[in-house]
């Protein structure tokens, strides 16, 4: 059974910074999609990057937050800069290959003073 090991939540302040990390040292074939997700409270989960076929952003995060992967270890990263309050949320990894939807278990980031 395939689990995706996420790291990297936490407290900051508005415009400070985190990297967020995703592993998945259980997959052994092609991964065609890497996302990230997030839920804040009250709110649908929202896609928030996405490495597929193509980069995608939200609207809300473009220009602050950035995508990136390590193919070699199957790991998906979330860089985020300038956060702020509203960036607030669990954040979910989402890594997808034929016949395979996997969800990390959600981390933690809070932006507040």
């Known amino acids: 059974q395939v689990q995706l090991m996420e790291s990297g939540g936490g407290l900051v302040q508005p415009g400070g910074s985190l990297r967020l990390s995703c592993a998945a040292p259980?997959?052994?074939?092609?991964?065609?999609?890497m996302g990230w997700y997030r839920q804040a409270p009250g709110k649908q989960r929202e896609l928030v990057a996405a490495?597929?076929?193509?980069?995608n952003y939200a609207d809300s995060v473009k220009g602050r937050f950035t995508i990136s992967r390590d193919n070699a270890k199957n790991t998906v990263y979330l860089q985020m800069n300038s956060l702020k309050p509203e960036d607030t949320a669990v954040y979910y990894c989402?890594?997808?290959?034929?016949?395979?939807?996997?969800w990390g278990q959600g981390t933690q980031v809070t932006v507040s003073s």
């Open positions: 989402n890594i997808r290959i034929t016949g395979g939807n996997y």
């Open positions: 259980g997959i052994f074939t092609r991964i065609y999609f």
């Open positions: 490495s597929g076929a193509s980069t």
